[in-house]
């Protein structure tokens, strides 16, 4: 059955079909081709992966090999070994070349509502070409990191979509970190040229891109990497061409050189198991991890999991409000809906301005069919209340994706009902940035009964496993359990490494549970196999979908000199879904003032970005902390949001005086 679904789909491809039908027509079929995903995983991805363009073909049998236990050496995953492709070529040429040249890949717009603009396939394929020419003449080759700093404009999508085309690999910094994060971002991953825009207004507000980008050079170079090139967008609205800091030694205007390159440029036929991208993580556990992506396996895995849980085909009309800075951005919003030949729906400005209305005019204005969107936003805009979706035609909406955080009940009834009319699933999917796509899910099929709040089941080649946290061990087969979430096998677009650290890649994701893929993430299996992430390991602070790592913030306010120690973190917050709390120490009682408050978040400010200033400082002349020296989080919560009556166990406290004295001085 596969078989023919497949070669059906190498029939269609030039073509935006009507055909519906649906992929996961029932519990069997989704059962059948899960089994043979982690029975066979060679023989049911290689199947899969005849839907894309293969220069040379992999081998049927002998195209995988994997090894996940530490134990028994390097940790090694490789899938569709021997094959060549190239991921743009897959995400264009192919729909170009099948005559669809004139149907629109991306339809743009700005911040200002009126700014619009459309991009054919045709159009964006030639878009690439150019920037590839150009990249090739600044001497990035196969394997060169090039950084891309830009605001959500059609060209970031096609500036990733050039490094592909030859095989450069991309690491997209989020446009609203600071100079010195780029930084330790471009030192990190040895990149010489920095794609960039002369500034982007957010909301009312301009923020000048490019002055950013120089600072970071300079501290780039002080760091051993010097930036050797830097393109630049100029963007009109947030800062004029005459305006921008600029170094013509090293500067050039994206307006200037790329329309004169020429339109073609051959695609460089990369192995399966070349890098095709590296994207950093939020860092929770100190310095940002980059990530590191597959070409074979991640388009395969990204693009499936398109077709299979989010239902994209040729023509579909796909609206991601997430940032290409982070991996939705990737797999969601450029790759995975090129790759199935959908238009693809950019908003490069905030999705509540003007008003709580601009996500559904966007919808009924381009007849959106999936919408892809994060908690965060979802419960900004369920404030603004019903009377903004009721205002527009959401008739054409048939799928509703989220990601990045646990959806609350009250999210998803309303997502459901208000949005969707109660006709659409709404996919809430638990994946990660290292997993490259969706791993647990509700299915988009009328027979799968979605539960409000849940992860669902396991995607192809998806097996999780819940680890009892005490002893390591693995809770049996399909009971009902709670504990560690941890991934039992492989599938082709997990990430293979951290770059240039893949001891560290080993430590982290295999060596805190012999044989399996730590997650960092709790879980609940209920009695219908249904999963339900129950937080982190560890700890993180999601503020409006940008997710912090506490060691972040904590080690930018300790790097201020009047600052001794540092505790940070997460409260609820109504808008925000978290708020970041900071426990202070400072050096000397003396200052524990306003003045000093300011400072110090002035300090996160510029060291990371304004979206990981603490909303509220705390004085803490001492922190709760356990005889080895740990500090007491669960505790540090407790008195955050006056429930220290319920401090629970506190026998480990070294100094139990430290409780009293941090609420006393709460608000103060
Ligand atoms: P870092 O690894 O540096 O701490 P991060 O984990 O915040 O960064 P991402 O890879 O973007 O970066 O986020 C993945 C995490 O987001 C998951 O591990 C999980 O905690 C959370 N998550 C993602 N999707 C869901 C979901 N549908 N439901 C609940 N939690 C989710
Ligand atoms: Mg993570």
Known sequence: MQRLEILARQLTAGSATNDRTP????RDVYDSMHRK???DPEGFWGELALGYHWQNKFPARG????????GRGKIDVQFFCGGTTNIAYNCLDR?????????????WEGNDENERRTVTYRQMLEDVCRLSNWLTSRGVKKGDSVTIYLPMVAELPAAMLACARIGAVHSVVFAGFSAEALAQRIVDCQGKVVLTASGVMRGAKAVPLKAIVDDAAKLAAKGGQPVTSVLCLEVPSALRAA????????DVWWGDAIPIQPPTCPPVWLEAEDRSFLLYTSGSTGKPKGVVHSVGGYMVGVGESCRYLYDMRPG??????????WITGHSYLAYGPLLCGCTVVILGGIPTHPDGGRCWRMVERYKVRQFYTAPTLLRSLLQLGDAWPRQSDLSSLRILASAGEPMNEHAWH???EMIGGSRCPVVDTWWQTETGNGMITPLPATWFQAKAGAAGVPFFGVLPVILDPATGKELPGNAPAEGVLALRGVWPAMARTLYGDHERWEQVYFAPYKGYYFTGDGARRDEDGHYWITGRVDDVINVSGHRIGTAEVESSLTEHADCAEAAVIG??????GQAIYAFVTLRGVDHQNDAMRKTLMDHVRKSIGPFAVPDTIHWAPALPKTRSGKIMRRVLRKIASGQEKELGDVSTLAEPGVVEMLIKLRGK
Not at 95 to 106: E, I, Q, T
């Open 23 to 26: 992929l996961l027509a029932s």
């Open 37 to 39: 995903s982690v029975e």
């Open 63 to 70: 195209h995988m090999s994997y090894n996940t236990d530490v």
């Open 95 to 107: 729909w170009v070349a099948a005559g669809r040249g004139d149907d629109p890949c991306v339809l």
């Open 243 to 250: 305006n921008t800091p600029w170094d013509a030694s090293r």
């Open 316 to 325: 579909d009309v796909v609206f991601t409000t997430a940032d290409c800075g």
């Open 414 to 416: 309303w997502f459901h």
């Open 571 to 576: 409260v609820d917050h109504a808008l925000k």
